[in-house]
Structure formats: structure tokens, C-alpha cells
């Protein structure tokens, strides 16, 4: 019945003379996401709307589920468009599609028309008086409800004519390489995917670090933060994924620094490599999946003696959830599954039994003084012998 959506967007329409930007940045999102959908559609802008036609024979649930993980997206219209061949044909026309599209035919209902072609005889509050009076007749069971209809009937003017009554939810935000580029650092965990996607949805193009720690930690652990990168490029597009050998560096901190100190000095190792690869690659930020209070490396103190090492912005939009706000969001992404699987992560190796909540930043630097002999060896040697995989 469909072969055509009309694309509805958010914020996008208040951005004044900047809007192209980010539609074109939406059109070419759609794009992308379709690639992988069977059949051939055409993605256009006309007229302050976006459009994608269906130009062959297509999945419909297929293509709906893609561009329903396309960042920018509020709604999601399946339409069916006609030609101007006048009223009375436009009238047939509405009361065919109602029929179709809602068979009980015994709701309430409001005709809500717009008339962007001012050159039509009538103008909207006629097109909705007439159209309403068309149905009523064709349909003796149903209703008018113009404060708060079962069915909103919206027929749109245009060179064609759009009559559509069903509007899809889309992931919202905005669309991925509007905001800028930022490093995510990846964990095998539930958080950090979360967080990849929170700020990819406010149009931040990601990319991701993995810190591995063979043989501590197995090939399987590796493949299950890839197979996390995969999921979350569904909604943000490839990503490019920098897996760091961390051992030796590892190992080091553990011989050479307090043990309950291990957890904040490998983790400010660990943003120290992240922002280094950050900058080559031309990301303004590092993302984190961090939360107060979640475990003894996410107080307070921890993430400021975290920052402290960092020069660019640390973005950590899980900072006050809750943990089952975050199980809820990964949920609904499709990562829970993959990030609950039983293989250890190279954090979860190291880490002391009685690691330090409170850290004070000036006992942390003096701890890593022990490391001045070979740490900048190690980090450099991790540096050149990264593995990047682009995940889509």
C-alpha cells in the first residue's frame, strides 16, 4: 500500500538560516541506513519535508526499522500520494485510504489538511470540513473527534497530494556528524555502549578505544567489544575501533605503584591513550560511561583525579543515572545481551581489593613518579602497535 514516508524532524526546524545543513546531514544518514535494506528507494528534500520513495519492491518492516535508528528522526509517515485530478477525486481517494488503513471503521477521527500549493480552489478549514463530511457518509460507525481523535487524518497540498494517518516514532536527537567527533572508551561492559549512543543521538560522530590485556584477557572478550562497536554503529554509523595491547602497561603500574592505588593510575593511563589517539584523529572530546558512585573509580574524587590528566572534554552522559536507567536504554539498543556475556575485562583483572574511594590527586602523581623509567616506552610501543577495526 505504501510507497512512500514522509520523514518528520525535530530541532532541526529551528535552526534558522543553518537548517540545510542539517537536513542535507539527515538525507544523507537516510541514505546510509537504507543501504543495507532490500530494494531501491530515492531520499529528497522538498519543500521544508523530507520524502524517501520506494522505487522497487521493498521490505516495509524492514525499512521502517532502519529509519527508526536514524538519529534526527521524530517521525516516520507511510503515505500514500495521488494526483490532483480535482475534489470529488480527492474525496474517493481519502475514503480509500481510510478504508485501508483502518478497517474497524469505528473510530473518531479529525481531517487535518494543508494546503502548501495556495493555487487550490479551497482553502484548509474546507478541505477538513468536506473531506470530514466525505467520510461520514462513506462510514456510518465512525466519529468526529477534533480534540482528541482516534485517528488524525493528515492530507498535505503539495505538486502531489499526501494522505497519511499513521506516524512512527523515531530515535529523535540529531543527525551524526552535525556536533563534531569524539573518542568513546569501550569497555565489554553495559555502560559504555550506552553512552557511545546517548551522545551519538545528539549528532556527535563516534569513534572508540578498547584497551586489551592478553593473556588476561581472551580473544573472546575482544571479539565481544567488537561485536558492541557493530550494535552501536547501527545507530551511529561506522565505527572506527583503536584496540590498545595494555599489559605491559598493566603489569607495570602493578609492580611499581600501591595496590589500591591501581584502578585510578591505569585509569588515567588509560585517558591519557585515549586523548593521544583523540587528537590524531581529529576528535574534540572523550566520552566515558561513567556514573557517581557506581563502583570505587567513579566517585568524586576518582573523576577528578580521572580529569586531571586530561586537557580536552571528558563527556559523560550516564554521570546520574541509575543503574537500571542504563540496563533499560541498553535494552533497547539491542547491546544488554552482548555486554552480559562472561568474559573478563582487563579492569576487572587488576583490580585490588581494597581499592581507594577518596583519591587525593598529589599522592596519585607521586605514586606514578615510580613509573618515570619505562612507562613512556610502554605507552608509546601500545601506541604503535594498535589494531583499528571499522565496525559497521
Known amino acids: 500500500m505504501f510507497k512512500s514516508f514522509l520523514i518528520k524532524y525535530g530541532e532541526i526546524g529551528i535552526k534558522g538560516k543553518n537548517k540545510y545543513l542539517f537536513e542535507d546531514a539527515l538525507v544523507k544518514q537516510i541514505k546510509h541506513a537504507l543501504r543495507k535494506v532490500d530494494g531501491e528507494f530515492e531520499v529528497s528534500k522538498q519543500q521544508g519535508r523530507i520524502y524517501v520513495e520506494v522505487l522497487s519492491e521493498y521490505d516495509y518492516e524492514e525499512t521502517v526499522d532502519a ?32 478504508k485501508k488503513a483502518h478497517p474497524t471503521l469505528d473510530q473518531t477521527f479529525k481531517v487535518n489538511a494543508r494546503r502548501a500549493r495556495k493555487n487550490y480552489p479551497m482553502d484548509s478549514m474546507q478541505i477538513n470540513y468536506s473531506l470530514g463530511e466525505k467520510i461520514l457518509q462513506a462510514f456510518p460507525n465512525v466519529k468526529v473527534d477534533v480534540h482528541n481523535p482516534q485517528v488524525l487524518l493528515n492530507v498535505e497540498i503539495r505538486e502531489k497530494i499526501y494522505i497519511y494517518s499513521t506516524v512512527i516514532p523515531g530515535a529523535g536527537g540529531m543527525p551524526v556528524g552535525t556536533n563534531g567527533k ?28 578498547y584497551f586489551h590485556a592478553p593473556p588476561y584477557t581472551s580473544e573472546r572478550a575482544k571479539q565481544k567489544v567488537v561485536d558492541l562497536a557493530k550494535l552501536v554503529s547501527v545507530y551511529s554509523g561506522p565505527i572506527h575501533l583503536h584496540i590498545i595491547n595494555f599489559t605491559d602497561i598493566q603489569l607495570y603500574i602493578y609492580e611499581k605503584c600501591p595496590h589500591d592505588e591501581l584502578t585510578i593510575i591505569m585509569r588515567r593511563y588509560m585517558m591519557r591513550i585515549a586523548e593521544h ?3 590524531e584523529t581529529g576528535s574534540l572530546g572523550l566520552i566515558t560511561g561513567e556514573s557517581i558512585g557506581q563502583v570505587a573509580s567513579q566517585t568524586m ?21 541509575d543503574k537500571q536507567d542504563i540496563v533499560d536504554i541498553s535494552l533497547k539498543i539491542n547491546t544488554y545481551e552482548t555486554s552480559i556475556l562472561p568474559f573478563e ?48
Request: contains cysteine; proline residues 5%; negative net charge.
Open 345 to 392: 575485562d582487563c579492569c576487572t583483572i587488576f583490580v585490588a581489593k581494597h581499592p581507594v574511594t577518596k583519591p587525593n590527586v598529589n599522592i596519585i602523581k607521586r605514586s606514578e613518579r615510580n613509573l618515570e623509567e619505562k612507562i613512556d616506552e610502554l605507552v608509546e610501543t601500545a601506541l604503535k602497535t594498535e589494531e583499528v577495526i571499522i565496525c559497521e
Open 67 to 98: 529509519l527508526k535508528k536514524v538519529f534526527g528522526i521524530v517521525g516516520i509517515c507511510p503515505v500514500v500520494h495521488v494526483e490532483d485530478e480535482g475534489f470529488e477525486q480527492l474525496a474517493k481517494d481519502v475514503v480509500a485510504y481510510f
Open 182 to 209: 569524539a573518542m568513546l572508551l569501550l569497555s565489554g561492559g553495559i555502560d559504555s555502549p550506552v553512552a557511545g549512543y546517548m551522545v551519538a543521538r545528539r549528532g556527535v560522530k563516534i569513534d572508540a578505544v
Open 301 to 321: 574524587q576518582s573523576l577528578a583525579a580521572t580529569n586531571e590528566v586530561c586537557t580536552m572534554p571528558v563527556i559523560r552522559p550516564l554521570i546520574s543515572f
Open 277 to 279: 589517539i583523540a587528537k
